[in-house]
C-alpha cells in the first residue's frame, strides 16, 4: 500500500533561519511521481515541485531546495533564509506513475510558521 | 494552462439542508477532476475523481454525491447536510501531461451548523 508521513506537525523558525520539512513515502511501484504543495493561509494548494522516481537530483529553486534520496524513501524540503510569507501548510504527495487515474496520496502536512 | 473555478467561496447551511458546490475548469478539455474535503486542522481526503464526463468514482462513503454533468464541469451534492460535513472543499484538476500533477482551485468554506 501506498503512504505518506509528514511526522512533523508543526513547525516554527525565526525569519532567516533554514528549515527543512520531512517527508517519508512507501511504495511498491518502480514508477511513481513525488510532490510537494502549500497551503497558505488563503487555502488554495499551490504546486510547487514533481519529482519523478527516476530522476534523483536534487533541485533548487531560489530558497527553495529538494532533496530526493529513494535508498531512505524521502523527498525533504529545504527553505533557506525563511521569510514570514512562507508561514504555510505544507503538503508532500505520492502518486503512482502507471495509474491514469492520477490520484495523489497526501501527507498530514506540516505546518510552518515563520515570525518576524 | 489551466485556470479552475469554484463557487460559492462560502457557505453556511443548516443540518439538513441540501447542497450543490460547483467547479468549473477552464483552458483544457477532457480532463481529470477531483474533489477533496479538507476538515479543520486535517490533511486532504479524496472523495471523488472523475476520468471523464459522467464517470464517477466514489473514494470514501458519505453522504455526499459527485455529477459531472459536461466535460469542465465537476459538481459535489448532498440532500441532507450533516455537521461532519463542515469542512473546506477543493476541487482539483489533472494537467494533461502525465505526470500527475494537479492544480487545486481557490476552495469553497462549508460550515453546517
Known amino acids: 500500500a501506498q503512504k505518506v508521513t509528514q511526522a512533523q506537525t508543526e513547525i516554527s523558525v525565526v525569519e532567516k533561519e533554514d528549515v527543512t520539512l520531512d517527508c517519508v513515502y512507501e511504495t511498491r511501484d518502480t514508477t511513481y511521481y513525488l510532490f510537494w504543495y502549500k497551503q497558505p493561509p488563503s487555502g488554495e494548494l499551490v504546486f510547487l515541485i514533481r519529482?519523478?522516481?527516476?530522476?534523483?537530483q536534487n533541485e533548487i529553486s531560489g530558497r527553495y531546495s529538494w532533496n530526493f534520496q529513494k535508498s531512505t524513501s524521502s523527498f525533504n524540503f529545504t527553505i533557506t533564509a525563511s521569510q514570514v510569507v512562507d508561514s504555510a501548510v505544507y503538503f508532500c504527495a505520492l502518486s503512482r506513475g502507471s495509474s491514469n487515474t492520477g490520484k495523489l496520496i497526501f501527507g498530514q502536512g506540516t505546518t510552518l510558521q515563520v515570525k518576524p | 494552462s489551466q485556470t479552475i473555478h469554484q463557487w460559492p467561496a462560502t457557505l453556511v447551511q443548516p443540518v439538513g439542508s441540501p447542497l450543490s458546490l460547483e467547479c468549473t475548469v477552464e483552458?483544457?478539455?477532457?480532463?481529470?477532476l477531483y474533489w477533496y474535503r479538507q476538515a479543520a486542522g486535517r490533511g486532504l481526503q479524496l472523495l471523488f475523481y472523475?476520468?471523464?464526463?459522467?464517470?464517477i468514482s466514489s473514494e470514501v462513503p458519505q453522504n455526499l454525491s459527485a455529477s459531472r454533468p459536461q466535460d469542465r464541469q465537476f459538481i459535489l451534492s448532498s440532500k441532507k447536510l450533516l455537521l461532519s460535513d463542515s469542512g473546506f472543499y477543493l476541487c482539483a484538476c489533472l494537467r494533461g501531461d502525465f505526470t500527475d500533477t494537479q492544480y487545486f482551485g481557490p476552495g469553497t468554506r462549508l460550515t453546517v451548523l
Open positions: 519529482r519523478n522516481s527516476f530522476d534523483e
Open positions: 483552458g483544457t478539455s477532457n480532463p481529470n
Open positions: 472523475s476520468v471523464g464526463i459522467g464517470q
